[in-house]
């Protein structure tokens, strides 16, 4: 941890002015590069402070015969490079107006938040809340849990399997209510968790041990959510029936036993899955299996506050007195993380020669010492737009592998979802009547990012989606369309080659990604969260720090230039936050 501290208000009242006059009016880039710039300079200033005027500590060097390296004491290491000392340790120098302007015209960083740290660590914190308080690591038996193991698929399928056979829908990502049968009435569904059987009777001649509830699929991860039964402590009444004294413990009112751990317990017939084709089992293997509790926050369980109770029907309705005075009133508790953020490094050079600085000033009057300059600053903000667009593809592409899967997959996009567009459903083969216009199949595009955009803030329970990039290509097609705003300013901080926004649809700002190929059909959509959210964060610890020197060979300037930062993935499950869509349109009606 860091141990520099600033007043933020003080920072950003004295740094507004500055990069106002650089063209930065947007709120949020004012703030942080505010405290950027103050963290920046504090950095800059230790360097102006130190012994010899920034050379940092110096050492007298012995000359070698060999150019570039120092006499060891030892002989062993004599012309080692990693040992001993080196001439004067000079430190480079950190160039603020270099930092902001490339903290101005770096377009990615409009796509995400940003945190700067004044060190080359940072340490975030994130509170998730979670179903009962209990600890897993020492056999804590919680009433309700998540299961996944590696046949979870098949878990999901046969589970699905036997909920349609006997007519039970199944409300996906809901979780804790008792599932409804045509007939209306409410149902409750079991696993046994030592044989894998389905059924909707549950506990046969009274006895609960090894039988769960099966509350539904985790919408984060698809894993089975499942309740346990927990003997009540019927304090107060030693008589009370089923209950015994308060103090001890049986079996039959428990689903595990009090000695062998849950993930041993868990066995739905183990050996091969291909073994076991009757309707209404399970079968898996004894590996890999994962056992945790269930996040409040994702997974909402409305039958938890009313104990499961059978007249609450699994929490559609309040408990009853006698409901409430035999049990104990479910916990939820905070599980907090910790997520540390090292910086990395990227840098470029330029060389010159001195005939290319004469001539060059001779032709052109250009001074080509300080267009350098500008095309390494270009470069490095290039390099970190691309980064940024990158880890917003990942966090899609992984949000996307969980996505629901199409109702109807032509077969042409892999592992079709519902937010994909294909357009050959436009061709009237036996999919659709045909007719279909450009316009009608460029409006479906936009549907299809519009429900994209409602899933992520439904899954990711933060809002909506605010920007989608995509290639020259797809944002053609939706330039096209009536009703799309074109973004009516020009940006007075984009670079050359750079991201850059071309409009809005609704409250998505869309931008195109010069380095898209023009048939890489996909678009990326995110939100730019607070950096406590979760989500895609940038860490700038310096932006800019440069190193210059005279050539011995050309005898001309040579200039280092590089930035440490960091792009990382923060919070809990931070890719619900983005959605990749796929776009298959072979035959060409969008362009």
């Known amino acids: 941890m860091s141990n520099i501290r600033i007043d933020k208000q003080k920072a950003l009242k004295k740094w507004s002015p500055v990069l106002e006059n650089m063209g930065i009016t947007n709120e949020d880039r004012l703030d942080w590069m505010s405290e950027y710039a103050e963290f920046h300079t504090i950095n800059e200033n230790a360097y102006v402070n130190a012994a010899n005027a920034g050379m940092g500590g110096v050492y007298s060097p012995q000359p070698s015969f060999l150019a570039g390296y120092n006499q060891q004491t030892s002989t062993s290491t004599q012309y080692n490079s990693t040992t001993g000392n080196f001439g004067s340790g000079d430190l480079g120098q950190n160039l603020l107006p270099v930092a902001m302007k490339i903290a101005a015209q770096t377009i990615g960083l409009d796509l995400v938040s940003v945190k700067p740290t004044p060190g080359p660590k940072l340490d975030l914190l994130y ?57 209306s009435a409410y149902k409750k569904v079991y696993i046994n968790i030592n044989n894998g059987e389905i059924n909707l009777v549950g506990p046969a001649a009274g006895s609960k041990q090894n039988w769960v509830e099966f509350l539904g699929f985790s919408r984060i991860d698809g894993a089975l959510i499942l309740k346990a039964y927990r003997q009540a402590n019927a304090v107060g009444n030693y008589n009370a029936s089923p209950y015994p004294a308060p103090t001890a413990w049986t079996q039959i009112y428990n689903t595990f036993d009090d000695t062998t751990s849950m993930a041993d317990q868990i066995d739905f017939l183990p050996g091969s899955v291909s073994s076991f084709t009757a309707l209404g089992q399970l079968g898996t293997t004894t590996s890999n299996r994962e056992i945790s509790l269930v996040s409040a926050l994702e997974d909402q369980l409305p039958g938890y506050s009313t104990n499961f109770t059978d007249n609450s029907r699994g929490g559609q309705y309040p408990m009853s007195r006698a409901d409430d005075d035999l049990a104990y009133a479910g916990v939820i508790g905070p599980k907090v993380s910790t997520k540390s953020i090292a910086v990395g490094t990227i840098e470029v050079s330029s060389v010159l020669r001195r005939t290319e600085i004469e001539d060059i000033k001779a032709n052109t009057g250009m001074d080509i010492v300080q267009k350098m300059e500008s095309i390494l600053v270009n470069e490095l903000s290039q390099v970190i737009s691309k980064q940024i667009v990158g880890k917003i593809f990942e966090m899609g592409d992984l949000n996307r592998a969980s996505a629901p899967a199409a109702g109807l997959a032509l077969g042409n996009i892999p592992g079709q979802t519902v937010f994909d567009l294909d357009t050959a459903y436009a061709t009237g083969t036996g999919t659709s009547p045909g007719g279909e216009t450009t316009h009608a199949i460029q409006r479906k595009l936009i549907t299809k990012m519009v429900h994209a955009s409602n899933y992520i803030a439904t899954e990711g329970r933060v809002g909506p989606a605010q920007y989608a990039v995509t290639n020259g290509a797809l944002a053609a097609s939706l330039m096209d369309i009536a009703g799309y705003t074109i973004n009516p300013t020009k940006s007075k901080i984009n670079g050359s080659g750079q991201l850059y926004p071309v409009g809005q649809i609704g409250d998505i700002q869309v931008y195109v990604d010069p380095y898209m190929k023009y048939n890489d059909n996909r678009i990326v959509l995110g939100r730019k969260n607070n950096p406590d959210q979760p989500g895609i964060i940038f860490v700038p610890y310096l932006m800019a720090q440069s190193i210059s020197l005279i050539s011995e060979a050309t005898f001309a300037p040579r200039l280092l230039l590089r930035s440490r930062y960091a792009v990382a993935e923060v919070g809990w499950f931070p890719q619900k936050q983005y959605m990749t869509i796929q776009v298959k349109d072979n035959g060409g009606f969008l362009n």
């Open 127 to 183: 509170i998730d809340f979670q179903y009962d308080d209990v600890d897993m690591t020492n056999g804590g038996r919680p009433q309700v849990f998540k299961y996944s193991d590696v046949q979870l698929s098949t878990y999901q399928t046969a589970i699905r399997a036997f909920l349609g056979t006997s007519s039970v829908s199944l409300t996906e990502n809901v979780g804790g209510l008792n599932f409804q049968s045509t007939s």
